[in-house]
């Protein structure tokens, strides 16, 4: 358990121990989640990184990709759309 105070302005300085734990480095943000009564704090960046990837389940098996191959062939095919859409834009 790591203490910290809070100084006149609501700063708290974070311990080291935990802001290892969080991957946080200066100029970072930090997210507080209310939960069952308690405040979490997070790395914002993991939070979203988590959000997002919460967001994609799913889609791999919903597009048919199951090999890293078929990302790349899916990423190709992407491009060769937007560069076929840019040349019928002149």
Same mark, same amino acid.
């Given at each position: 358990?790591? @203490? =910290?105070? $809070?100084?006149?302005?609501?700063?708290?300085?974070?311990?080291?121990?935990?802001?290892? &734990?969080?991957? @946080?480095?200066?100029?970072?943000?930090?997210?507080?989640? #209310? &939960? *069952?009564?308690?405040?979490?704090? %997070?790395?914002? =960046?993991? $939070? =979203?990184?988590?959000?997002?990837? *919460?967001?994609?389940?799913?889609? %791999? #098996?919903? @597009?048919? @990709?199951?090999? #890293?191959?078929?990302?790349?062939?899916?990423? &190709?095919? $992407?491009?060769?759309?937007?560069? %076929?859409? &840019?040349?019928? *834009?002149?």
């Amino acid at each position: 358990m790591e @203490l =910290a105070k $809070v100084m006149s302005k609501g700063q708290v300085t974070i311990p080291i121990n935990i802001r290892k &734990k969080l991957n @946080l480095k200066e100029g970072d943000k930090v997210v507080f989640i #209310e &939960k *069952d009564g308690n405040m979490i704090i %997070a790395n914002s =960046a993991m $939070v =979203a990184l988590q959000k997002i990837q *919460d967001e994609f389940e799913g889609e %791999a #098996e919903r @597009l048919g @990709l199951e090999t #890293e191959q078929d990302v790349v062939n899916l990423v &190709k095919e $992407v491009r060769r759309e937007i560069h %076929a859409e &840019k040349q019928g *834009d002149k």
